[in-house]
């Protein structure tokens, strides 16, 4: 709680520096109807699960905190798409662009025709694999799989089954999410058998598979989740085999997830699943459009940790990545593997604070 009060402090005075920076410039509106002299262009990568749809609500607001004109397209997790929508904000002559690369190989060529024309970009939530971007904001996804992995070994007592609801290993979050899990598995609780299922971020894979395993192997007690995106095809998997039952139950099959919806934290008071890992959509969006408007500025930065509790990391040579607080999420605020969690009622979520 004490992170979320400091974090709104720091983030307020940083808004109200940029409206005094702003003054001498004059206002513009959020709208786009500004004078474009800060007009950014935002895509979102998808509008189909809680998360991005989460994304999507906050940063029109806080566009509008920063006196920023904004512009908005939906690539719906298409690489070309999103090209196609890059070029339509170059020919609105947007002055920044903030986008979130599903397919962080494909994206390359697109950011070398934005870095020619001298426009920064921001990559939200992930990191393209090769080329160059102002700044990367995101959290730490490898922490993702070692919280999860500690949540599991632990309450399966270091011994047992579970699956792993991969992403898309395209995609620099599938891919840290399960070499870290993995890796995690294999040093801290080697007698327990993983079973990872790639599902390209599909919940209708991912619970055909799920289901499969589950068949295959009656007695596997695990399931992590690496987003929400698998959460009600797994509670449905659940409930047909009679699993679907709370933790006081010898048949509970304990469930963590990735993201922090508020589906999940009601899930979680509820017993219908047991953690999460809050990756912060708010703080996405903020940040996203602070970097973009120190871009603009002119701004610089370094490695180092930051005014807002974060730390920014040197991934490479030209690539910076301010790394966000992402807490585990329980339903009794313990410490599991060493890894301290938030209850899923504690008001520092945003999962608890949407309007």
Same mark, same amino acid.
């Given at each position: ?51 991005? +749809? ?22 719906? $997790? ?52 090769? &080329? ?8 730490? +996804? ?56 790639? =599902? $390209? ?13 589950? =068949? ?25 085999? +009679? ?89 009794? &605020?313990?410490?599991?593997? &060493? ?17």
């Amino acid at each position: 709680m004490k992170l979320r009060a400091t974090r709104y402090v720091s983030f307020g005075a940083l808004a109200a520096l940029a409206v005094t920076a702003l003054t001498a410039c004059g206002s513009s509106s959020a709208s786009g109807q500004g004078g474009g002299s800060r007009v950014i262009g935002v895509d979102y990568p998808r509008s189909d699960t809680d998360f991005w +749809n989460s994304y999507i609500k906050y940063t029109p607001q806080f566009a509008k905190e920063l006196e920023l004109d904004l512009k908005t397209t939906n690539s719906q $997790n298409d690489v070309a798409k999103l090209t196609a929508d890059v070029q339509t904000f170059i020919s609105q002559g947007v002055k920044g662009v903030a986008m979130a690369p599903q397919d962080t190989a494909a994206i390359a060529p697109t950011l070398a025709q934005l870095a020619a024309k001298k426009i920064p970009v921001v990559s939200v939530d992930t990191r393209p694999d090769t &080329g160059d971007v102002y700044m990367v904001v995101r959290a730490d +996804n490898r922490a993702y799989g070692e919280k999860a992995c500690q949540y599991l070994g632990t309450k399966l007592g270091g011994k047992g089954k579970v699956v792993m609801l991969q992403g898309d290993l395209a995609s620099v979050n599938g891919r840290d999410r399960t070499e870290a899990f993995n890796a995690c598995m294999k040093k801290n609780y080697p007698a327990i058998k993983v079973f990872g299922e790639a =599902t $390209n971020w599909d919940g209708a894979v991912a619970a055909q598979k799920l289901q499969t395993d589950l =068949t295959a192997h009656p007695d596997i007690k695990g399931v992590y989740m690496q987003s929400s995106f698998a959460l009600s095809g797994t509670l449905q998997v659940l409930k047909q085999k +009679n699993l679907l039952v709370g933790p006081e139950d010898k048949k509970h099959v304990f469930v963590v997830s990735n993201d922090g919806i508020p589906e999940e934290l009601k899930d979680i008071a509820a017993g219908r699943i047991d953690a999460t890992v809050s990756q912060p959509a708010d703080l996405y969006a903020k940040y996203a459009l602070y970097y973009l408007k120190a871009a603009i500025d002119g701004r610089t930065f370094k490695p180092g940790r930051t005014d807002h509790h974060s730390t920014i990391i040197k991934v490479r040579d030209g690539l910076l990545e301010d790394q966000l607080s992402a807490p585990l999420v329980t339903a009794d &605020g313990g410490t599991y593997g &060493g890894v301290p969690s938030l209850k899923s009622d504690d008001e520092s979520l945003w999962g608890n604070n949407l309007g």
